[in-house]
């Protein structure tokens, strides 16, 4: 995607986790992206949200932070660098919404042309 994206990201070895601080109009928000196995073979769960105060994802609270295209931005290069260590995997999302839903359907459709190339 042509946005910018975040480029202080944590990761752990296996990539299973990535965080990233949100910067925008309400200060810093911790992000987490989470891949976590389904019950079929090679079909991983891409979960996404705020860190709460348990340190947990929050995939609900909604933080307007004025930086959404970053963050997809963000999305794009975890999963590609994702994908590229585990090319047999196969990633499903869908957002904890159906607001979210479509604002992800948006996003890929306004980019599927270079997404396409990688995914």
Known sequence: ???????????????????????????AIRKRI????????YVYNLAFGDI?????IDDISISDNGDRNKILATLA???????????ERFIYFRGSTKERTRLYRMAIGLNLEELSESF
């Open 1 to 27: 995607m042509k946005y910018e994206v975040y480029t202080d990201i944590r990761k752990d070895a296996e990539l299973r986790i990535f965080e990233f601080v949100s910067i925008g109009k309400f200060g």
């Open 34 to 41: 989470s891949f976590m196995p389904t019950s079929l073979p």
């Open 52 to 56: 709460n105060k348990d340190g947990e």
């Open 77 to 87: 290069k975890v999963l590609d660098q994702y994908t590229y260590k585990y090319p």
